[in-house]
């Protein structure tokens, strides 16, 4: 099993940045990719970035330039760094572990979930 706590997220307004952080824990739980994922209301969850058990990145192009994915060398934290932030933004965001791809389905294990809501 592998566990995914969420934390980071709040309320900002337009251009402002935050930082999400995942914290993971299991027993092989470096052995995963890590995804971050976000859905709005009515709307499908959707990819934002991923990060392979190697290091390498991907973002979704909606976000490619203004946010950012990395981890600590112990791969115990994955770290979303948002910046630019738009209302369009707003959403829960989810971190997981699974197989490095963008759909959701790829994803074994999730978190409960962070609010990220950015005000015009």
């Known amino acids: 099993q592998v566990q995914l706590v969420e934390s980071g997220g709040g309320l900002v307004q337009a251009g402002d940045s935050l930082r999400l952080s995942c914290a993971a824990s299991?027993?092989?739980?470096?052995?995963?990719?890590m995804g971050w994922f976000r859905q709005a209301p009515g709307k499908e969850r959707e990819f934002v970035a991923a990060?392979?058990?190697?290091?390498?990145?991907y973002h979704a192009d909606s976000v490619k330039g203004r946010f950012s994915i990395s981890q600590d060398n112990a791969k115990t934290t994955v770290y979303l760094r948002m910046n630019s932030l738009k209302p369009e933004d707003t959403a829960i965001y989810y971190c997981?572990?699974?197989?490095?791809?963008?759909?959701?389905?790829?994803?074994?294990?999730w978190g409960q979930g962070t609010q990220v809501t950015v005000s015009s």
């Open positions: 299991g027993r092989t739980f470096n052995r995963y990719d």
């Open positions: 990060v392979s058990w190697s290091g390498s990145t």
């Open positions: 997981a572990a699974g197989r490095l791809s963008t759909s959701p389905y790829d994803y074994d294990y």
